[in-house]
């Protein structure tokens, strides 16, 4: 339990990359009570029916769950309980694997938040398919671009700190060295 959900000590790049097994194992139960659970079962027909009759730029159909069926507000309420559990572990991985770094919690606001917050920029400033529509072009555009470039590269920072990059070696003021 302490390795999901407790924020103290470190990791190494070992168990960041063991995580990653645990968020699929983690989706496909999310997606199997969303499938079972909230009857999406004819959202692959509608897929189906706009497939072959839309026009294009159509948007999508959405599944709406289905609100008269009991088994609804419990896979409503199971896949909430799973998303809160999932948020509280994600940061506590990562935080573990920032302490292997020698580095603290408060290093989130920069690897988590900021690139969430650029992207969020990006998003509401304009549409989204894909890769944003309209960047770089006009000032709006060159803004947006910026920030979603400045995003990515953290993105790409933050992965190669936390899954490849060794943390310290021997003890540091988190803890001893999990390699040891």
């Given amino acids: 339990m302490h390795y999901l959900f407790g924020f ?25 009570l969303a499938f079972a659970g909230l009857q999406w079962s004819h959202y692959g027909q509608a897929i189906q029916t ?10 999508a159909p959405f ?17 909430v309980v ?11 991985i990562i935080v573990k694997r920032l302490h292997d770094r020698n580095k603290g919690a408060r290093w989130l606001l ?36 910026v920030a979603y470039v400045i995003a990515c590269l953290i993105g790409l920072w933050v992965f190669i700190e936390l899954y490849f990059l060794r943390g310290t070696r021997g003890e540091n003021r988190f803890g001893p060295d999990p390699l040891a």
């Fill in 50 to 59: 706009f497939n072959t009759n839309h026009k294009p730029f159509d948007p």
């Fill in 110 to 145: 920069f690897y988590v938040a900021l690139p969430w917050v650029l992207n969020a920029a990006v998003i509401a400033t304009g549409s989204v398919q894909g890769l944003p529509h309209g960047l770089f072009v006009g000032p709006l555009g060159l803004a947006r671009g």
């Fill in 82 to 92: 799973l998303f809160v559990l999932f948020v509280v572990a994600y940061f506590a």
């Fill in 63 to 79: 599944p709406i769950p289905n609100p008269i069926a009991g088994s609804t507000w419990y896979a409503v309420g199971g896949i």
């Fill in 8 to 32: 103290s000590g470190r990791i190494n790049r070992a168990k960041m990359w063991l995580f990653l097994l645990v968020t699929l194992v983690w989706e496909v139960g999310t997606a199997v």
